[in-house]
Structure formats: structure tokens, C-alpha cells
């Protein structure tokens, strides 16, 4: 059974400071997704990795996926109040439509 | 942009209901989802439909069915409503190759 463990659960940091949020799973895939929920919202796609060693930025977020490793990681460059939200990684299941969703990191950036 | 709506935000329902949520997507998608989200639970998956007329149970389906008429719409029917279905529900399509779009969700409470 695929399971996917992120670290940390949660994660309380200072505005500009740099961190890492990991996302372990435990059967081969070759692709993996990261979204973002705000308070109270809905889930909002934020990386597609398709490959291994696929790296995607946007602004002070960047993923990478290691598939050797079934590691993915998100980091965060400098955080901002703005980037305050639940982060979540999902890995499809191999031969199925499902995905299996990470538990999720809560961020909270102190100004 | 893909589009996919619930119908509604908040919902409210005695128990013994029978509850229908109702989810519309925009792109054209063949696979729709429904998840329930509870804190500390994350993400569970209560069914899928990768084709009109086609469905399958996803992690926890008891309680719950499904219909796709049309591929567009994918409802999700509480039968009988129980207060311990009272969660945040959130439906999802996608394509081949892309991530999973979310709607809004759909706060629902069972009293």
C-alpha cells in the first residue's frame, strides 16, 4: 500500500528565513504534485514533477523530486507572511486513478 | 483555466437526510473524485469515476454513492446523513497527464 509521509507536520518560521519541507513515499512513481490550501479554502495545484530530477520554481518556492530516493522536497527561500498556508504532496498510484495525499505541513511565517 | 464548481459552499442537514453535493467541471475531464477532508485525517478518497457511467470506491465509500450521467457533473449521495459525516468535502477532476483541479468544497454539517 502506497503511503506518503511529509515532515514537518508543523513548521512556525520567521519572515526571511530559508526552509524545507519533505515528502517521503514508500512505492515507485515516476511524477509527484504539490498544492497549497489557505484557511477555510479549497486545494490549489502548485508543482507538477514529472520526472526524476525535475526541478520547478515559482517565486520563493522551489520542488525537486528524487524518484531513487521516492523523496521530494519543497523549499522555501526567504519566507513571507504570504506563504502562510498547508502544504500538500500527492503521489498517483501506479496503475490506478488515485493519488495519495500527503498529511500536509501547516507553515505560519511570523512577520 | 479549468473550472470546477461545487454548488454549494456550506450546507447544513438534520440526520436521516438524504443529501445530494453536486460538482461540475468545465475542461472536458474524463476522471472526477470526491474527497472528504477532516482535520488530523487529511485527505481520504470516497469515490472516483474515470469515464461517464463508470465508478469506483475509493478509501472509504460506506455511506456514500455516486452518479456521473454526464461528464461533466459528478454528485456525491449521502444516503441516510450521520452526524459523523460532518467534514469539508472537496471534488476534483483531471486529465491524463495533468494534476488534479479542486473545487471550492463544500462545508457540510449534520446535525
Known amino acids: 500500500e502506497l503511503k506518503v509521509e511529509q515532515n514537518p507536520l508543523f513548521l512556525s518560521m520567521q519572515e526571511g528565513k530559508n526552509y524545507t519541507i519533505y515528502c517521503n513515499y514508500s512505492?515507485?512513481?515516476?511524477?509527484l504534485y504539490w498544492y497549497r490550501q489557505d484557511p477555510g479554502k479549497s486545494l490549489e495545484s502548485l508543482f507538477v514533477?514529472?520526472?526524476?530530477?525535475a526541478v520547478k520554481q515559482e517565486g520563493r518556492l522551489m520542488a525537486s523530486l528524487d524518484t531513487k530516493a521516492r523523496l521530494s522536497t519543497l523549499h522555501i527561500t526567504a519566507a513571507v507572511h504570504d506563504l502562510s498556508a498547508t502544504y500538500f504532496c500527492?503521489?498517483?498510484?501506479?496503475?490506478?486513478?488515485?493519488?495519495?495525499f500527503g498529511t500536509g505541513t501547516r507553515l505560519k511565517v511570523l512577520a | 483555466d479549468v473550472k470546477v464548481t461545487q454548488s454549494s459552499r456550506y450546507l447544513v442537514k438534520r440526520t436521516g437526510e438524504k443529501v445530494f453535493l453536486e460538482c461540475v467541471q468545465d475542461?472536458?475531464?474524463?476522471?472526477m473524485f470526491w474527497y472528504r477532508q477532516d482535520p488530523g485525517l487529511g485527505l481520504r478518497l470516497i469515490y472516483f469515476?474515470?469515464?461517464?457511467?463508470?465508478?469506483e470506491k475509493g478509501d472509504i465509500p460506506e455511506g456514500y454513492s455516486v452518479s456521473r450521467e454526464k461528464k461533466e457533473r459528478f454528485s456525491l449521495i449521502l444516503e441516510s446523513a450521520s452526524t459523523n459525516q460532518t467534514s469539508m468535502y472537496l471534488c476534483?477532476?483531471?486529465?491524463?497527464?495533468?494534476?488534479?483541479?479542486f473545487g471550492n468544497g463544500t462545508r457540510l454539517t449534520v446535525t
Open positions: 476534483a477532476s483531471r486529465d491524463r497527464g495533468i494534476p488534479l483541479h
Open positions: 512505492t515507485t512513481s515516476d511524477r
Open positions: 514533477l514529472l520526472s526524476n530530477g
Open positions: 500527492a503521489v498517483p498510484t501506479s496503475g490506478t486513478y488515485k493519488y495519495i
Open positions: 475542461m472536458d475531464h474524463e476522471n
Open positions: 469515476s474515470y469515464d461517464v457511467k463508470m465508478k
